[in-house]
């Protein structure tokens, strides 16, 4: 009987064989609004993104996702992704065909919904906002319009009592946020200097009102009451709650209350961290880093009561559609106070390196001062010393136009406050001019000032300056190697040479010959008549005389006697007349006659063509002939003959 062997049988060898790695891979995928784009590999693991000239590879672990929206983009269709840390990142370029598949492999790998979302292309302005996690959504017709994300939103304040201003980050020129590295992609916040036209500033118009258990949502007590607020303060307090407005690390170091600042006009409240500082006011609320302060200065004020603390910022601050790329402060000189710093000893050594006190005992203004000094390591500039004003002030009081400010000149530049601030480094300057206030002569008391910036950058001139301050100034600016130009000392040269041009031609024309023009009052002047000849020379008495009638009664022989005299007299003066008349006529300018001396003309020609008294027709008794004129500022007529004069009386 053949028996048999059972034996067990080996064990055989397992065979592991690894699965392979499945991965989808997409070209021309532009990563977080990148200028190139490159290969996008998906895993299980996550997904990997490489630009396509070379660079940085780009991931991200899968199980960071949260959602994924698909949505039309520039480039074709968009992936957007958020992160648990609240972070969203941007793939676009993908084709409409791809959407399948890549809702599949989100779905498998990642356990997330690729959520199909159409954007509303009506160009409506009037929907409704919604606050997501990671952005704020406005939303038309249950669409999305448009999304903001928090990490974009720089500042928001309320604008009016309906609107809200949202402000968004503004990359540096130096500092754009674009990652070469990365093919250009944009960092969190820097998203919008994508190109070269920029969003900087929205508005949101909100109306209405809404309750506390709108406000909190339906789980809200019922017995809250119905308290309302307005819907626009609840849209500013939510939003700058969800994009942490005004939020910053760390304790504050130190707060000062109720501070006057003239730009931007308003007090604020100021509180210092560690590596920003912020200002809260009634309306707008700041949030500035102390690396954006490029300048500080302090001013003393020429009125010997006030201090001006300057801060230069770039990038500017906004308000509206106005930058302010100086904040002014102004502190009363003896307001004294004491502040204990909220910072160690050994943060003291360390850190600020005896930079700062723990404690200040001074003026408020120097205390202010100070600790800015500290926090942001800044230098402070004062005014140069080496000028002073004709009441030994740093400061000129001056204008831009209808601004009224104070100039100072610093010790590398003009600095012109409070609004509009102007600064202006000498090595930017062409040329400075000295010259009167609107080209007038007669102004005396002040000057104004034109500087002229180089490259063609414009000018700024300042105006009303006082005329005892031109010396100093001319003084200061030659020693800080400027081109000085007086038109004032100019105009005062030529004023001065034609005054003396003047005298000269004055003493020349002076003689007997040259008199004032007086008008028309030259015509009423007592002028000859070339066609009328006197009778005689002698004066003839006038009727209200003495010796009227002696002179007026006599014999026929006695008048004809007389009148045959005063022929023979009238013939032998003739010649002498006419010559003394006609030089007078060469010297004066023909004058204009009268109508009654034309008028007396005629008669007096046809008596100048007699030959012999003997012709003439005897004259009436008692007709008298009289010439009159009227001299200027005189009421009393006169004759020529300075009387009146009887001819030819016949007896009767």
């Given amino acids: ?100 598949r890549l809702a599949k492999l989100f779905k498998n790998w990642y356990n997330v919904i690729l959520d199909g979302k159409e954007h509303s292309i009506r160009g409506w302005n009037w929907g409704k906002a919604e606050f997501s996690k990671a952005e704020l959504v406005f939303n038309v017709s249950n669409r999305p319009a448009f999304e903001i994300p928090y990490t974009e939103i720089s500042n928001t304040n309320l604008a ?35 190109g070269a036209d920029q969003l900087v500033e929205m508005r949101f118009y909100i109306p209405g009102t809404v309750s506390k258990k709108q406000a909190e949502g339906d789980d809200a007590g019922s017995d809250g009451g119905e308290d309302v607020t307005n819907a626009a303060n609840l849209f500013y307090e939510t939003l700058a709650d969800k994009a942490e407005v005004g939020d910053s690390a760390g304790d504050t170091i130190a707060t000062f209350l109720d501070v006057l600042h003239l730009t931007p006009r308003g007090r604020f409240d100021i509180d210092m961290y560690d590596s920003s500082f912020r200002l809260r006011g009634k309306t707008y609320d700041y949030k500035i880093q102390y690396e954006a302060i490029k300048k500080f200065m ?26 302010y790329p100086f904040l002014v402060m102004q502190y ?37 001062a100070s600790v800015f000094r500290g926090l942001a390591n800044k ?30 000149c610093l010790e590398k530049a003009f600095m012109f406050v409070p609004k509009p601030a102007t600064y202006i480094s000498y090595e930017q300057t062409q040329s400075v001019t000295f010259s009167r206030v609107s080209g007038a002569v007669s102004a005396l008391s002040t000057f104004d000032i034109t500087v002229v910036m180089k490259n063609k950058a414009g000018s700024s001139q300042f105006s009303n300056i006082n005329r005892e301050d031109l010396k100093t100034l001319e003084r200061f600016f030659k020693l800080k190697g400027l081109r000085v130009k007086n038109e004032i000392d100019e105009d005062a040269n030529m004023l001065a040479q034609a005054m003396r041009d003047q005298a000269m031609d004055s003493s020349e024309d002076e003689g007997p010959v040259n008199k004032a023009d007086r008008g028309s009052a030259d015509e009423d002047e007592e002028s000859v008549d070339e066609d009328f000849h006197t009778e005689t020379e002698s004066d003839v008495a006038e009727e209200y005389d003495s010796n009227h009638e002696s002179e007026g009664s006599g014999s026929n022989e006695s008048d ?65 002939v009289m010439q009159t004129s009227r001299r200027r500022g005189s009421g009393r007529r006169k004759s020529d003959q300075r009387g009146w004069g009887f001819k030819g009386v016949e007896q009767m």
């Fill in 1 to 100: 009987m053949a028996s048999t062997k059972y034996s067990r049988p080996r064990p055989v060898d397992k065979l592991i064989k690894r699965a392979p790695i499945i991965s989808e891979s997409f070209d021309g995928i532009h990563l977080d609004l990148s200028t190139v784009g490159g290969k996008l590999r998906f895993s299980e693991a996550g997904f990997g993104w490489k630009p396509s000239g070379g660079g940085d590879t780009f991931t991200l672990d899968g199980s960071q996702f949260v959602s994924a929206q698909w949505s039309r983009a520039s480039k074709g269709y968009e992936i957007k992704i958020l992160c648990r840390n609240s972070d969203i990142h941007q793939l676009d370029g993908f084709q409409l065909d791809s959407f399948e």
């Fill in 160 to 194: 009016g009592r309906n609107e809200v201003a949202v402000e968004f980050n503004t990359p540096d020129a130096d500092d754009t946020g674009l990652n070469g590295a990365l093919g250009g992609a944009r960092a969190k916040g820097k998203k919008t200097g994508a």
């Fill in 298 to 323: 302090v001013l003393p004020k020429p009125d010997d009561m006030h201090c001006m603390l300057c801060i230069g910022l770039d990038p500017p601050l906004r308000q509206g559609q106005t930058r």
């Fill in 332 to 368: 009363k000189r003896d307001e004294e106070v004491t502040i204990e710093l909220n910072l160690s000893e050994e943060e003291l050594k360390e850190k600020y390196q005896d930079k700062l006190q723990a404690r200040y005992d001074q003026p408020l203004h120097l205390v202010v």
């Fill in 379 to 408: 230098r402070i500039t004062a005014p140069a010393k080496d000028f002073e004003t004709h009441r030994h002030q740093p400061g000129i009081k001056c204008s831009i136009k209808a601004s009224e400010g104070f100039l100072y």
């Fill in 560 to 624: 004809v006697n007389n009148d045959d005299e005063d022929h023979a007299m009238k013939d032998a003066d003739a010649p002498p007349r006419k010559k003394k008349q006609k030089k007078s006529q060469e010297k004066q300018p023909p004058k204009r006659k009268k109508k009654n001396q034309e008028v007396q003309k005629k008669p007096l020609k046809a008596k100048k063509s007699r030959e012999s008294p003997e012709d003439k027709p005897p004259a009436r008794a008692g007709r008298a």
